[in-house]
């Protein structure tokens, strides 16, 4: 009993310090991935209207802006950036976050990667919320041979410092502790030992 009490306690905190912003911005919406195709344009100005690809490493260039690491951040927060970087700027100074627009053409940035004791590990796309048993059933779930009590999350931040975050397949299997079940973003990665 002591034992599931602390390790709800443990998954709380977890949970806690992963929804503060230390390792992605908690904003709703999808989070900007490497490989990702976004459409920037500014209203009015013909010159400021394209595609721009994010890089492997989530930075992208744009005109008049220079170049910004997107990775984790929404389209809101990006259009956000981009306004403010251009008021800044001597040929924008009044331009509103209202006449920049930053849309999705292709989430190609959004997968994950399930390692280890799965039936079929690999790197899976996804365009919807994905949480971590979602994540070992596209696996074709556990082995045999997995430890369900110790598989981790490896998750990287903005300034691509890796963490692990602990899962325990067996309590959420059970239908207990189900707020260690949490969402995944692009670049995770889970590993089964």
């Known amino acids: 009993m002591i034992g599931r009490l602390l390790g709800a306690l443990v998954a709380v905190l977890?949970?806690?310090l992963t929804s503060t912003g230390q390792v992605w911005s908690q904003e709703p919406g999808y989070h900007i991935n490497g490989g990702d195709l976004l459409h920037i344009s500014v209203y009015g100005e013909p010159n400021l209207n394209q595609d721009v690809a994010v890089q492997p490493d989530g930075?992208?260039?744009?005109?008049l802006v220079g170049s910004i690491n997107a990775r984790g951040m929404t389209l809101k927060e990006l259009q956000?950036?981009?306004?403010d970087t251009l008021r800044t700027s001597q040929y924008f100074p009044s331009i509103t976050d209202n006449e920049v627009t930053v849309s999705m053409l292709k989430a190609s940035g959004n997968s994950v990667s399930v390692l280890g004791q799965v039936q079929k590990p690999g790197t899976f796309a996804f365009d919807t919320q994905l949480d971590?048993?979602?994540?070992?059933?596209?696996?074709?779930?556990?082995t045999?041979?997995?430890?369900?009590n110790d598989i981790k999350?490896?998750?990287?931040?903005r300034e691509m410092v890796q963490?692990?975050?602990p899962f325990d397949y067996s309590d959420v299997e059970d239908g207990s502790n189900l707020e260690s079940n949490i969402l995944l973003q692009g670049g995770d990665v889970v590993v089964v030992p």
């Open 153 to 157: 999350v490896l998750r990287r931040d």
């Open 163 to 165: 963490t692990a975050i």
């Open 14 to 16: 977890i949970v806690t």
């Open 59 to 63: 930075w992208l260039s744009f005109p």
């Open 144 to 148: 045999p041979f997995a430890d369900k």
């Open 80 to 83: 956000s950036k981009i306004a």
């Open 132 to 142: 971590v048993m979602q994540a070992i059933s596209l696996a074709g779930g556990l």
